[in-house]
């Protein structure tokens, strides 16, 4: 069971929008940045999104990153067929004293 | 060019120990923070551990669920750090990943380097 919780899945049509959600509590994302990993089948994670909403070099803009409470998303605009791959979000917990993974979220293009 | 190749797993059985190497090139090693992420098959990821660079005391942390069966260690002169895991159970099996930490700003996280890992399973 993860600290941070994610819907198991999500899906869209090329060129649509969909947005992830990350659920978490005042001990990790209420009160620590968020960062969001992409990983695509077979691959290591990747940085995508850190510190709730900034982009690591090379990242498009068509990613996005925010922060309310103890929630966080992350959007995807104008979904592309490369986008299909697991997410994951993740957060310094306090009270845990370590980062804490979402089950991540595994998006599918239709 | 950052690379974070890591070494050493394989099939144990349960009780065993193993231990994994990551071995890291292309920045400055020494003072860099070193962590390991793991993730068991079809699962998320989860944090492990991470041991810190010599300028900051080279400190490790823990997750709380493997503490006491995990061992973080470095050798800076070797750039390479170390992940000893004993008394292996079934559900420690998964892909292990050694990760550059990114502490830009003063804010720490894991980065945008990872190695490919290396794969325990935990069988008998």
């Known amino acids: 069971q993860s600290v941070l919780t994610q819907p198991p899945s999500a899906s869209g049509t090329p060129g649509q929008r969909v947005t992830i959600s990350c659920s978490g509590s005042?001990?990790?994302?209420?009160?620590?940045?968020v960062n969001w990993y992409q990983q695509l089948p077979g691959m290591a994670p990747k940085l995508l999104i850190y510190?709730?909403?900034q982009r690591p070099s090379g990242i498009p803009d068509r990613f996005s990153g925010s922060k309310s409470g103890t929630s966080a998303s992350l959007a995807i605009s104008g979904l592309r067929s490369e986008d299909e791959a697991d997410y994951h979000c993740?957060?310094?917990?306090?009270?845990?004293?370590?980062?804490?993974f979402g089950g991540g979220t595994k998006l599918t293009v239709l | 060019e950052v690379q974070l190749v890591e070494s050493g797993g394989g099939l144990v059985k349960p009780g065993g120990s193993l231990r994994l190497s990551c071995a890291a090139s292309?920045?400055?090693?020494?003072?860099?923070?070193m962590s390991w992420v793991r993730q068991a098959p079809g699962k998320g990821l989860e944090w492990v551990g991470r041991?810190?660079?010599?300028?900051?005391?080279?400190?490790?942390d823990y997750a709380a669920p493997v503490k006491g069966r995990l061992t973080i260690s470095r050798d800076d002169s070797i750039n390479t750090v170390f992940l000893q895991i004993s008394s292996l159970r079934t559900e420690d099996t998964g892909l292990y990943y050694c990760?550059?930490?990114?502490?830009?700003?003063?804010?720490?996280?894991?980065?945008?380097?990872w190695g490919q890992g290396t794969l325990i399973t935990v069988s008998s």
């Open positions: 041991i810190k660079g010599k300028i900051d005391g080279g400190t490790i």
């Open positions: 510190r709730n909403n």
């Open positions: 292309g920045f400055t090693f020494i003072n860099a923070w």
């Open positions: 005042t001990s990790n994302i209420g009160d620590m940045y």
């Open positions: 990760v550059l930490v990114d502490c830009t700003g003063g804010v720490c996280y894991p980065g945008n380097f």
């Open positions: 993740a957060s310094w917990d306090a009270s845990l004293s370590g980062w804490v």
